[in-house]
T-cell receptor, first 113, second 112 residues
Framework: NAGVTQTPKFQVLKTGQSMTLQCAQD?????MSWYRQDPGMGLRLIHY???????DQGEVPNGYNVSRSTTEDFPLRLLSAAPSQTSVYFC????????????FGPGTRLTVT | QQPVQSPQAVILREGEDAVINCSSS?????VHWYRQKHGEAPVFLMI?????EQKGHEKISASFNEKKQQSSLYLTASQLSYSGTYFC?????????????FGAGTQVVVTP
């Protein structure tokens, strides 16, 4: 199993550009989520999904869109990049509900200039 | 409503013990603990659930006081490999799975 994979590892965008961060897992996990990590602030939840076709907002959803058409994939779309979205983005998956650990991907480091 | 972790940082010598605390202002169902090394993804350490169930797979222990909405992570006889940033993530009693909220982290440095 590859676990949770994310692409790209690094990305530089100009303000106003759009892009999609890819996340895939091969563990047949129902639950997937996106976090951003900024220095001194821990991990903040952007969006999450409890299954194919079902998504919901987390703490900091503005400026991001998600969709979940398959169990395996959970892409994160930046609609119009802003410097405030410079961060490290982690995707995570979990087999079931509240009582189960999350498996994190390696992260994408995004810089918006 | 982000959980509060303390201390922010701790420096240990190999073999010493340390305690990291995580406190929430809301009723909790679960507390998760993760460790992150520089430039890497967070790695699961432990889950503590309301009612006393625990799941973990390292030589690190933790406690969960449901009444006080607090959890503590105990680093016993620390090893160099324990260095990293430790995060607690809390799941509210009325929240769905996706609503984990993480603290700002505790940086642990273990020296020889």
């Amino acid at each position: 199993n590859a676990g949770v994979t994310q692409t790209p590892k690094f990305q530089v965008l100009k303000t106003g550009q759009s892009m999609t961060l890819q996340c895939a897992q091969d563990m047949n996990h129902e639950y997937m989520s996106w976090y951003r990590q900024d220095p001194g602030m821990g991990l903040r939840l952007i969006h999450y999904s409890v299954g194919a076709g079902i998504t919901d907002q987390g703490e900091v959803p503005n400026g991001y869109n998600v969709s979940r058409s398959t169990t395996e994939d959970f892409p994160l779309r930046l609609l119009s990049a802003a410097p405030s979205q410079t961060s490290v983005y982690f995707c995570a998956s979990s087999p079931q509900g509240k009582g189960y650990e999350q498996y994190f991907g390696p992260g994408t480091r995004l810089t918006v200039t | 409503q982000q959980p509060v972790q303390s201390p922010q940082a701790v420096i240990l010598r190999e073999g010493e013990d340390a305690v990291i605390n995580c406190s929430s202002s809301k009723a909790l169902y679960s507390v998760h603990w993760y460790r992150q090394k520089h430039g890497e993804a967070p790695v699961f350490l432990m889950i503590l659930l309301k009612g006393g169930e625990q799941k973990g797979h390292e030589k690190i222990s933790a406690s969960f006081n449901e009444k006080k909405q607090q959890s503590s992570l105990y680093l016993t006889a620390s090893q160099l490999s324990y260095s990293g940033t430790y995060f607690c993530g809390t799941g509210g009693a009325t929240d769905s799975w996706g609503k984990l909220q993480f603290g700002a982290g505790t940086q642990v440095v273990v020296t020889p």
